[in-house]
C-alpha cells in the first residue's frame, strides 16, 4: 500500500512543495473554527460567530477562482505573494476589531478581506498535474493531498480552538495567518515545479462552468461545503452546551480522521468501478451518513458518527477533484 505512494515522490521537488504546501493550507483547517471561538468568548453570541465565519468562507470562496485565474495567467510565484498584502492585513484588522469591541460591521468587512486567500491545496494540486497528467500516478497524488488536507483537519482544530482559550482569544486566527505567511513563501520558492504560464491566444474561450457534468459538480461540492461549515460551528456549539468546549476540537478531529484514513486507503487501491459509480456511491454514503446526527445526545456519539460521517467524505472529494481533471 504504502508503495503506491512512495513511487509518486520519484519526480524532484515533489517533497518539498508538497511539504510547503502542507503548512500553508494549516490556515484552511484553523481560520474558520478560529473566527468562530473567538468571536464566541467575545461577543457570547454564537450567531455573530458563525456570521463572521460564513462571510470570511463565502469571501474566500468567491476570491479563489479568481486568483485561481490570475495564477494560471501570470503564474504562482508572481501572484501568491500578492495576495498576501489584502490577507495579511485584513486579518490583523479582524483581530483588532475584536480587541477593541468594534462594531459588527467592522468585523464583517474584515471578514471580506480575510477571505482574500489562494486555494493552497489546489496550488498544489496544480503542480501534481503539471507533473503526472495522463499518468496513474496523478490520482494517487490527489489521494495523498487530500490525506493531507485531512491531517491538517486533525491537527487544526484543535490547535486553534486551544490557542484560543489557553492564550487569548484571537491566538487562533493569528497563528492560521502566520501558517499561510510561510507555507505561501515556500511554495513560491519551489520554482522548478511551477506549472506554466498559460498564454492567452485572443480568442474567446467561454467557461467550463457551461459544462452540465461541472454545474452537477458544483451542486454536490456546494452541499459538501455546507456539511463542513455547518459542523464547525454545531461542534463548538454543542460542546458548549455540554460544558466542556475544548470538545469541539476533538470531535473535529475525530471527523478528520475518518475521512484521512478513508482517503488513505482510497489513493492506494484501484476498485473495479467506474469513476461515475464511485462517486454517486460515496455522495450518497456522505448524505445518509449525516442524518445520525439528529439522534447525538453527547459529545462521545457526536465523535463516533462524525467518524463514521467522515469516512465517506474524502473519497467523495478525491473523485471530484478527477473527474473535473
Not at 464566541?40 to 474566500?60: E, H, I, N, P
Not at 454514503?285 to 462524525?306: E, K, W, Y
Request: proline share 6%; aromatic share 12%.
Amino acid at each position: 500500500m504504502f508503495s503506491s505512494y512512495r513511487v509518486i515522490f520519484q519526480h524532484p521537488g515533489t517533497k518539498a512543495f508538497s511539504g510547503a504546501g502542507f503548512i500553508a493550507r494549516m490556515t484552511v483547517s484553523m481560520m474558520g473554527i478560529g473566527i468562530i471561538t473567538m468571536i464566541a468568548q467575545l461577543r457570547d453570541s454564537f450567531f455573530m460567530a458563525g456570521v463572521t465565519a460564513a462571510v470570511y468562507t463565502f469571501s474566500a470562496a468567491f476570491c479563489a477562482p479568481l486568483i485561481a485565474r490570475l495564477v494560471d495567467r501570470y503564474g504562482q510565484s508572481r501572484i501568491l505573494p500578492k495576495t498576501l498584502v489584502i490577507s495579511v492585513p485584513a486579518t490583523a484588522a479582524l483581530l483588532l476589531c475584536t480587541v477593541y469591541d468594534a462594531p459588527d460591521w467592522a468585523i464583517w468587512l474584515s471578514a471580506v478581506f480575510v477571505g482574500a486567500i489562494p486555494s493552497m491545496p489546489a496550488m498544489i494540486r496544480s503542480r501534481w498535474t503539471h507533473i503526472y497528467k495522463g499518468d496513474p500516478r496523478l490520482q494517487t497524488a490527489y489521494s495523498f493531498e487530500s490525506v493531507l488536507d485531512e491531517i491538517s483537519f486533525i491537527i487544526g482544530p484543535p490547535l486553534s480552538v486551544t490557542l484560543c482559550i489557553a492564550l487569548f482569544p484571537q491566538a487562533g486566527p493569528l497563528a492560521a495567518i502566520i501558517f499561510l505567511i510561510i507555507g505561501t513563501a515556500l511554495v513560491v520558492c519551489q520554482k522548478r515545479t511551477e506549472p506554466p504560464v498559460h498564454k492567452r491566444d485572443g480568442l474567446a474561450k467561454g467557461t467550463v462552468l457551461r459544462l452540465p457534468a461541472i454545474q452537477l459538480l458544483m451542486v454536490v461540492l456546494l452541499a459538501l461545503g455546507v456539511i463542513v461549515g455547518t459542523v464547525d460551528v454545531l461542534a463548538v456549539a454543542f460542546a458548549n452546551a455540554q460544558g466542556y468546549p475544548e470538545g469541539a476540537s476533538y470531535v473535529l478531529s475525530v471527523y478528520a480522521a475518518g475521512s484521512c484514513i478513508a482517503g488513505f486507503i482510497f489513493g492506494a487501491v484501484r476498485l473495479p468501478f467506474s469513476y461515475t459509480k464511485q462517486f454517486v456511491f460515496t455522495a450518497a454514503a456522505t448524505l445518509l451518513t449525516t442524518l445520525p446526527l439528529l439522534l447525538v445526545t453527547n459529545l462521545t456519539g457526536l465523535g463516533l458518527t462524525m467518524f463514521v460521517a467522515g469516512f465517506f467524505f474524502s473519497p467523495t472529494m478525491i473523485l471530484a477533484i478527477g473527474f473535473v481533471e
